[in-house]
């Protein structure tokens, strides 16, 4: 428990450094939970994920995705990103467990259906998928603003 409490305290301050920039106007600042995803290797159909899979937006143009779940957590991939249109971005991305996305930069086309929901779509490697994800706030959804 003391470790988790650790890596969460110094993870979360390069977030708070990040937050504290000036571009906190842009939609994207912030943290980010995946709440659904499909892909062309599973039919498209619309896959429920689990809690745990976490993309942070920062203010300098960083991001990192990461997974959280009982056993521990990881790094899935960290680089930059810079907004290029009003409805694509891009990632760089400079570390990754998948080694072959290392250096490589992606296009991504985004949409936000509301102030709290994004939903991406990309292709890597000839595999198109889209992702939806919520922004984390400090409510649980559906709660009432107090």
Known sequence: MKTLICFLSFSLLPIAYA??????????????EMVEMSNTTIEGTV???PAGYYKVFG????YFFMQWNRLGSRYVQEGTFSVR?????????ERALNKRLEGREFEIQYRFTD?????IEGV?????YTERWRKVTSQF????TQ
Do not use: C, K
């Not at 890597?124 to 198109?128: H, T």
């Not at 959804?141 to 009432?144: A, E």
């Open 85 to 93: 249109t009003d409805n694509s971005y891009a990632e760089r991305i």
């Open 19 to 32: 937050l504290g920039q000036d571009n906190l106007n842009s939609p994207f600042v912030g943290i980010w």
């Open 59 to 62: 203010a300098d143009g960083s």
């Open 124 to 128: 890597v490697d000839g595999v198109a």
């Open 141 to 144: 959804p559906g709660q009432p």
């Open 115 to 119: 102030q709290e929901i994004m939903v």
């Open 47 to 49: 896959v429920e994920v």
